[in-house]
């Protein structure tokens, strides 16, 4: 079947530190990858995504590459910034019948 | 285009009564979902749609939740005799069709059953 691990949260962060939030994956086929961002009380926003193996999803400073071997695809940015504060969300599609999220990580960034 | 439109944003109502969320995608897709959240979980696949045609249904989906899709543009998600556990934010996104096309979701109705 189709699933995806996310790392628990909360993860708290001080500004300019450096993020990753882990994800893991479980899937028939070859599926896309995704990242969501959420921000309090509003739907989710797509961060970035990743179609294939060895693509390199990338937007506003985060990045995350599509592992095929590890079945994963990690969420990093270089330097955090207050306004980074949200629950973020991996996801995978098959078909497109259908998205595949984790549970979310919620990232709080501090001044 | 102003992206996936939800409505009510927020709607309480009492346990037993019905309840009706309207869902506008963005005009060229063709492809349109329900996902339920609850707090600190992620979004909970309800229900897709291609154009008109109810395609996938989650075994979650009890016979008190029905879905619409008519003519392939808005959609609406009915909830009968609601539960205090239906409680939940419920999401809305649409999505061109392809293999690899991203879901663009809408802000959410956020439902409260007391």
């Known amino acids: 079947g189709n699933s995806v691990t996310q790392m628990e949260g909360p993860v708290t962060l001080s500004e300019e530190a450096f993020l990753t939030i882990n994800c893991t994956y479980t899937?028939?086929?070859?599926?896309?990858l995704f990242w969501y961002v959420q921000y309090p009380g509003e739907g989710l926003q797509l961060l970035l995504k990743?179609?294939?193996?060895?693509d390199k999803g990338s937007n506003k400073g985060f990045e995350a590459t599509y592992r095929k071997e590890t079945t994963s695809f990690h969420l990093e940015k270089g330097s955090v910034q207050v306004s980074d504060s949200a629950v973020y969300f991996c996801?995978?599609?098959?078909?497109?019948?259908?998205?595949?999220f984790g549970t979310g990580t919620s990232l709080t960034v501090i001044p | 285009d102003t992206g996936v439109s939800q409505d009510p944003r927020h709607k309480i109502t009492k346990r037993g009564q019905n309840v009706t969320f309207r869902c506008d995608p963005i005009?060229?897709?063709?492809?349109l979902y329900w996902y339920r959240q609850t707090l600190g979980q992620g979004p909970e696949f309800l229900t897709y749609?291609?154009?008109?045609?109810?395609?996938?249904k989650s075994r979650l989906l009890s016979d008190r939740f029905s879905a619409e899709r008519p003519k392939g543009s808005f959609s609406t998600l009915e909830i009968q005799r609601t539960e205090q556990g239906d409680s939940a934010m419920y999401l809305c996104?649409?999505?061109?069709?392809?293999?690899?096309?991203?879901?663009?979701f809408g802000q959410g109705t956020r439902l409260t059953v007391v």
């Open positions: 996801a995978l599609s098959n078909t497109g019948n259908q998205f595949y």
């Open positions: 996104a649409s999505s061109l069709k392809g293999r690899n096309t991203e879901a663009f």
């Open positions: 749609f291609q154009n008109e045609a109810q395609l996938e």
């Open positions: 990743a179609t294939k193996a060895d």
């Open positions: 005009s060229e897709h063709n492809r």
């Open positions: 899937a028939t086929g070859y599926p896309s």
